[in-house]
């Protein structure tokens, strides 16, 4: 299962390098870039435009369909409809995958990880911004429960790229 | 997790990529969301997308009064259906829509109105955005005149894919523009004795001075994407080379992985044509005996099977070579990089294997040389085994006698074996050519760079993806 986000991410981000480029540009450049460059850089942050490209890219690759542009416009309909609350934004791992991750996390069924193995599977599964510490952080085990919790969160988070309503 | 180790990207992947032109699309949208930045990014793209045709020709036809831009650019858009722009038609349609608003003068000398350039611009914007010009594409014609203008429509997000720059020398354009005169006696305008937007003579030279500062500017702002046509020969011809510069798809920012397959009879250079193709394009450079031998060196249990075959000279099984070489293709260099691939497949069972790994070649090429020119190319080749430079008894003779004692010659170039090798070659050589009916043929007698630019230019053209697969063609030097 981690061979899909491998292949994936590496696939999608060899599509999308020209995004982050022009994001860094803008922003790091500071007195460098343009006001123009800075209007792009702000407008591509604000309705997280580089997320969404990566995700559709993720998404394009992984099913393949024989029409990507209709394929397009359905995901994009989905995520349309999920910012007006009715559903779920489409995503690349939905929770069999996360449970999935945990079953190979812990093979013998203890029902908790490590810190450290929760921080990484979190990673790989392209979450950023999860809780660091979450419960039973001190005792380095990390339930099953909390890490559900914070995968589906943080895969909301990366999937809901539009600008918060 | 160990995630930094052996990632492998699919070829199945990088595959769907170039066949639906992935990239190509991305950048299309991205792009649209740059220029138009709406406040619904989605609904946005979902339109866009609906759309259906996302790319459009967007095509200038530049050039000097007379030089023929009218009647390409009728051409283009009867050919590509897009719509046609010019400078009087936008200004019509407004004078139309904005009688009270009237800024525009109606002393206007020839096709160059006099308006002030920001209302220009935004006059040709408001025309360009339109629902027949967005889904149809657009074909300007004369716009824009200055290097001024040309910037103040890109800040607007107006920028074409082709710049055509029709050019004849001047004593022609002359001669047409009075020739046009003399067709149109019906317009002669009571006013001002002038001819209707036909000028006179004197004007006709003083527009061509302007023009042709112009010109020069305009060149450099659209250097990437344009061509210069003559327009002082026929019709067709001129309509021809426009066409097949527009149909031409910009070459694009999609991370490009060539992969090319090279095959010919023993000497016909294949792997001094694959070495100079891998140093050029950064390709990772394979060449099938070499990889066998290497991995025969290891001490895996399949080296130690493969190390059996070599010694003993019997042909590597297929399936052993074709899991050495999927290994080998699969790594992360040759996905990202692309390669070069020579010595195999040799059969046409082996080139099946390879189809259904995935391992699907962009570019392949055979070089054909006659039998007696690999002979003599073979048998008179050595080695000299201290500098490891190779000589050739007639093309390349050693130096000095000293080195000539020393060479010494490989004993798979005897004669007999080389005979056994093209014998292998030509029983395998046509079925091949089937397996790849988009392949180019190459005729290496000749030397090797020219050998080599023939290649490159196969290697950058950009084929069609959705025509059906061209028959084998016969490339000779000189010809293109």
């Keep these: 299962m981690s061979a899909k986000q491998e292949h994936v991410a590496a696939a999608g981000s060899r599509e999308t390098p020209c995004l982050s480029n022009q994001g860094r540009a803008a922003r790091g450049g500071g007195n460098m870039a343009t ?15 580089a997320e969404l490209m990566h995700n559709l890219t993720s998404l394009l690759f992984f099913h393949r369909p024989e029409k990507p542009i209709p394929f397009l416009i359905a995901q994009l309909e ?66 099953l429960a909390t890490f559900k919790r914070e995968a589906k969160a943080g895969l909301l988070r990366s999937s809901a790229t539009y600008k918060a309503v | 997790m160990d995630t930094a180790a052996r990632v ?63 009647t390409i650019a009728r051409q283009l858009c009867e050919h590509t259906r897009a719509v046609h722009i010019t400078a009087s038609a936008v200004l019509k349609e407004d004078k139309a829509r904005l009688r009270e608003r009237r800024q525009v003068s109606t002393h206007s000398h020839g096709d160059t109105p006099e308006i002030p350039r920001e209302l220009w611009i935004k006059l040709i914007q408001q025309r360009l955005s339109e629902a027949d010009c967005i889904r149809r594409g657009w074909v300007l014609e004369g716009i824009p005149h200055t290097r001024q203008e040309a910037l103040l429509l890109q800040e607007v997000g107006i920028f074409p894919e082709h710049v055509v720059m029709l050019e004849a020398p001047d004593e022609i354009l002359i001669k047409r523009s009075l020739a046009k005169r003399k067709d149109h006696p019906s317009k002669v305008d009571a006013k001002t004795e002038q001819l209707q937007g036909v000028p006179s003579e004197d004007n006709v030279a003083s527009q061509l001075i302007k023009y042709h500062q112009e010109a020069h500017a305009l060149l450099r702002t659209y250097k990437n994407c344009l061509k210069v046509v003559k327009s002082d020969q026929s019709q067709d011809e001129v309509f021809a080379q426009v066409l097949s510069h527009v149909q031409c798809k910009t070459w694009p920012m999609a991370p490009h992985t060539p992969r090319v397959l090279l095959f010919g ?160 070659y030509s029983a395998n050589v046509l079925a091949l050519k089937d397996t790849y009916p988009g392949a180019v043929c190459v005729n290496v007698d000749q030397d090797p760079h020219s050998v080599f630019e023939t290649l490159e230019s196969w290697l950058i053209r950009r084929v069609a993806t959705t025509a059906a697969p061209s028959d084998v063609e016969d490339v000779k030097e000189g010809e293109s």
């Design chain 1, 35 to 49: 006001p123009r460059e800075r209007e792009a850089a702000d407008y591509l942050e604000e309705h997280k435009i």
């Design chain 1, 78 to 143: 989905k995520l349309q409809a999920s910012r007006e609350g009715a559903t779920e934004p489409p995503c690349l791992f939905d929770l069999s995958n996360v449970d999935a991750v945990f079953g190979i996390l812990d093979p013998t069924g203890q029902g908790h990880v490590t810190l450290v193995q929760y921080r990484e599977a979190l990673s790989t599964l392209g979450i950023k911004g999860f809780d660091d510490f979450p419960e039973g952080a001190a005792a380095d085990r990390i339930s």
């Design chain 2, 8 to 70: 492998r990207i699919p070829p199945a992947m990088a595959l769907y990529a170039e066949k639906h032109d992935i990239f190509d699309l991305l950048q299309i949208m991205v792009r649209s969301l740059m220029v138009d930045k709406p406040e619904e990014p989605i609904q946005y793209l979902i339109q866009l997308l609906r759309r259906g045709r996302i790319e459009v020709p967007h095509i200038m036809v530049l050039g000097p009064p007379a030089s023929g831009k009218r």
């Design chain 2, 265 to 424: 009879p023993p000497g016909s250079g294949k792997s001094l044509q694959a070495t100079l193709i891998a140093q050029k394009y950064n390709l990772v450079n394979i060449c099938c005996g070499e990889l066998l031998r290497a991995v025969s060196a290891d001490e895996t249990s399949v080296g130690e099977l493969i190390k059996q075959y070599l010694v003993s000279g019997e042909p590597v099984p297929d399936s052993m070579v074709l899991q050495v070489m999927t290994e080998r293709l699969s790594r992360l260099d040759c996905t990202s990089r692309g390669w070069v691939l020579h010595g195999f497949p040799r059969n046409i069972n082996q080139a099946k294997m390879l189809h259904e790994a995935n391992f699907i070649p962009s570019r392949v090429f055979f070089l054909e040389m006659t039998d007696e020119v690999a002979s003599e190319v073979v048998t008179l080749r050595a080695v000299d085994p201290i500098t490891g430079e190779r000589y050739h008894s007639l093309y390349k003779p050693a130096p000095s006698p000293e080195i000539e004692a020393r060479l010494r010659h490989n004993p798979q170039d005897s004669e007999e074996w080389l005979q056994i090798r093209l014998a292998q």
